[in-house]
């Protein structure tokens, strides 16, 4: 394997601001961090909601079929397609399995 050796400057790094506006970062008040950060939980509550709904329309179920192969409660079902709720844990892991592998998912579920 080649060595390569480089030379940092570091005069030169100070004048580098990187990809971020450091003004606009100064000027964002708190109010607006947590304004984006709520924009930012809504959608991928959208996301998680419409995966869960991708993975049980995929399998060709209904909500309350769905439910009662996968032995969660029906309103939990309709809590994460509706985003109300996000899958976590071993309930995400099982939505990962049945959207890769669902004979496999099913038939294990028995």
Known sequence: MKTVR???????????HG?????????????????HQAADEAEAMLDA???ARRVRRRLGLSQ??????IDVPLDTIRNWEQ????PT???KALLKVLDKAPEAA?????
């Open 64 to 69: 309350t079929e769905f439910s009662q192969r």
């Open 19 to 35: 990809r971020i506006d450091p003004t606009r970062v100064d000027a964002t008040t708190e109010e607006e961090i947590a304004l």
């Open 89 to 91: 844990g071993a309930a």
């Open 106 to 110: 099913l038939a294990a579920l028995g």
């Open 49 to 51: 909601a419409k995966f």
């Open 6 to 16: 480089v030379t940092i400057d570091p005069a030169a790094l100070s004048e580098a």
């Open 83 to 86: 985003g109300k709720r996000r």
